[in-house]
């Protein structure tokens, strides 16, 4: 395992394909960086990533191997930990930098960094119900783009569980002729979505669900009446919660996503966020990001920290030179 030195010019807290990419346009711009990953990337269920040009269906874990080896080559650090609290450096004994920070692991170690690049995505929160969770990322799913093609043509049933269940409904229908609309607990649909789920051939099926069924496989789910709906797959709208709670003492507060699923951390389209230094990139900002668009993030908010810090470098230097002369 790699050491954690005593500061950084970067400190990228997560590992997942936001993170790494970081790293790697930092690492290649001659910048100092270490990545702080805990070792639970939240596609570890899964059995492909996809969508992802070049590396359609590689194995999530293997995908993330080859991008710390990439950051290594380039003399980054990867570093196992758990981020428990960042603070302004200056609030540190013999701090003399406004803009470095103090970043603090479970473990007690902590390292100082001039600006923090926060990627530590976001926690799925299942709905409550039984055998559910034992199939979660393989024939219980959420995303048509991250799995709809391996249950294509299959029996789906879409759990009636966040305000996009109508929509994923109607994104898996492209998938297969066979959906069920499962009203569970949800209030009752609009008129206008009835309209649409009916238009697109989707049934509903009303009653509250209380197990999925299935040892292995999934072989459907049964109603609070008794009566089992037989499927292949279940779609499920998870509650998506940002990670990066420990950031509240910086004034960053986890604030609900406009589109109802979850919580999230605002940044501008670079991943400024608005405490100066500190940046964020992929799921902890923008839940609906898939491994592509993590990455690209993190490859937008690299080369943004890089700038910034020869920006300040460059204005540090010309005071210098005009001092001295």
Known sequence: MTQLEDSYDVVVLGGGAAGLNAALMLARSRRSVAVIDAGAPRNAP??????LLGR???????LLELGRAEVRGYGGHVVSGQVVAVERGADAPGSTDIE???VTLADGRTVRARRVLVA?????????????????????????????WEVRDQRIAVLASGPMSVHQALLFSQLSDDIVF?????????????????????RIVDGKVVEVLGTGRLTGVQLADGTVVERDALVVAPRMNTRATFLTDLG???????????????ADPVGRTSVPGVW??????DPSAQVGAAAAAGAMAGAQINAELVMAETAAAV???NESA
Request: aromatic share 4%; with cysteine.
């Open 182 to 202: 499962l009203s569970h607990t949800a209030d009752p649909l609009s008129a206008e979505d009835a309209e649409k789920l009916a238009a697109r051939g989707i």
């Open 120 to 148: 530590t995505g976001l926690a799925d929160e299942l709905p409550e119900v039984a055998g559910l969770r034992e199939h979660w990322g393989h024939d219980v799913l959420h995303c048509p783009y991250c799995h709809g």
């Open 56 to 62: 359609e269906g590689m194995p999530p874990l293997e």
């Open 319 to 321: 005071a210098a030179r």
């Open 252 to 266: 960053l507060v986890p604030e609900p996503h406009p589109s109802g699923t979850g919580d999230h951390i605002p």
């Open 46 to 51: 899964a059995q492909g990533v996809h969508g």
């Open 100 to 102: 470095e920070f103090v």
């Open 280 to 285: 964020i990139a992929g799921n902890a900002t």
